[in-house]
């Protein structure tokens, strides 16, 4: 089992820039979190999803950010545009449907300069 | 409104003294607990949860934690700490009907030698 892959690891980019960022859920898991660490506000969740359906987008801080689930097996969290309070580590996190504890990608690091 | 909370920022404890791990919870009708570690520069990791049953629940790396219904708790515990489990440590709360976790702020553990 390979866990959660995300994509990139490491991200550096300018401010106004369009950031792109991938994970690859656990398979047969039909929930998919995204979650933004840093040190200021913790550990915080931005969107969720069921059966690739979107289901609480409500921690998603504004506009610029917008996720997607294609199919069971990809979804994808865009930051357009991007600005330096965007900073911070980016953890994607998926779920089997009637165990309810998450398992997390190793995340990625989103720097905003 | 579902929270978690964990009192205390940092534990500190020497190796091979017992530890504890506050956390306390409130949640509607009956929790789905769950306890996270996360080293430096890495995902959170599943330890252990409850969710019915014995109250004592055992989990990975020598972990335990016992629900205390009354006193809406959830402490982590370990019988003999290592330098290897200083970490962040995670609780985390769901009721059974959400899927969504709700995780408090972190307590950082710090195990000397």
């Known amino acids: 089992d390979a866990g959660v892959i995300q994509s990139p690891r490491h991200e550096v980019t300018e401010m106004g820039q369009e950031v792109t960022l991938r994970c690859k859920p656990i398979?047969?898991?039909?929930?998919l979190f995204w979650y933004r660490q840093t040190m200021m506000r913790g550990l915080e969740l931005l969107i969720y999803f069921n059966n690739n359906v979107p289901i609480d987008d409500s921690g998603m801080p504004e506009d610029r950010f917008s996720a997607k689930m294609p199919n069971a097996s990809f979804s994808t969290l865009k930051i357009q545009p991007s600005e330096p309070r965007d900073s911070a580590v980016y953890f994607c996190?998926?779920?089997?449907?009637?165990?309810?504890?998450?398992?997390f990608g190793p995340g990625t690091r989103l720097t905003v300069t | 409104a579902q929270s978690v909370a964990q009192p205390e920022d940092q534990v500190n404890v020497a190796e091979g003294n017992p530890l504890t791990v506050k956390c306390t919870y409130s949640v509607s009708g009956n929790p789905y607990l769950f306890w996270y570690v996360q080293y430096p520069n890495r995902g959170l990791q599943f330890l252990l949860k409850y969710i019915t049953g014995d109250n004592l629940v055992k989990g990975s790396y020598g972990f335990e934690a016992e629900f205390n219904k009354s006193q809406t708790s959830f402490h982590l515990k370990k019988p003999s700490a290592l330098v290897s489990d200083s970490a962040l440590y995670f609780c985390a709360v769901r009721d059974q009907a959400g899927t969504a976790l709700i995780f408090g702020k972190g307590t950082t553990l710090s195990v000397s030698s």
């Open positions: 996190a998926s779920s089997p449907a009637d165990r309810g504890e998450q398992y």
């Open positions: 398979s047969g898991h039909n929930s």
